[in-house]
């Protein structure tokens, strides 16, 4: 069975970073895009960052110059580093892989890490 699973949410006053992880066991099928989402409460889910299999990379405006998106093949991780964090990064983060080379459709998903901006 394939699982993710994230780590390195938590409390950070704005202006603060953090760096999220996604460890990834597990063969995946069709690996074309893995990929970073957040939920903030009463909110629909959004895609934040993107990385395809040639280690192309895509972002959301509202992230864009302050999140960056990468992948260590070798460790089957999955980062997410945050700069420049506001109050309105604040929500549940979740990362997902087995997407497809559009990155929709994901196959897999991890349980989510949480993360406040204050």
Known sequence: DVQLVESGGGSVQAGGSLRLSCAVSGATYRNYCMGWFRQAPGKEREGVA????????????????RFTISKDSAKNTLYLRMNSLKPEDT??????????????????????????VS
């Open 50 to 65: 993107y990385i395809k299999s040639d280690r192309s990379t895509s972002y959301a405006d509202s992230v864009k110059g």
């Open 91 to 116: 929500a549940m983060y979740y990362c997902a892989a087995g997407g497809s080379w559009y990155c929709a459709d994901f196959s897999y998903w991890g349980q989510g890490t949480q993360v406040t």
